[in-house]
């Protein structure tokens, strides 16, 4: 079992910036995945960006440009900085862990609201 803890979301304005943080716990293996999605509401969940223990970068095309994500993997840590935020990024963020070690694995975060006011 994996446990994640998210923290760092809040009420922006537009423009502003905030840093999501997400530390992974429990067993974890060395080659994982691990990312941030985002749900608003009515909205499907979507994916934000994913980093691989191999620094291995993916973003959606709606952040790139605007957010980084980061990891330190001595601290099973993933990072979000967000940027330039405008009111569309407003959603819950959900922290995701995924490995394949004999079988496909994977968790998610209790969600951290993040809100952009215009």
């Known amino acids: 079992q994996v446990q994640l803890v998210e923290s760092g979301g809040g009420l922006v304005q537009t423009g502003g910036s905030l840093r999501l943080s997400c530390a992974a716990s429990?067993?974890?293996?060395?080659?994982?995945?691990m990312g941030w999605y985002r749900q608003a509401p009515g909205a499907r969940r979507e994916l934000v960006a994913t980093i691989t223990s191999g620094g291995i970068l993916n973003y959606a095309d709606s952040v790139k440009g605007r957010f980084t994500i980061s990891r330190d993997n001595a601290k099973n840590t993933v990072y979000l900085q967000m940027n330039s935020l405008k009111p569309e990024d407003t959603a819950v963020y959900y922290c995701n862990f995924a490995d394949l070690v004999g079988r496909f694995r994977d968790y998610w975060g209790q969600g951290t609201q993040v809100t952009v006011s215009s």
């Open positions: 429990g067993t974890i293996f060395s080659i994982n995945v």
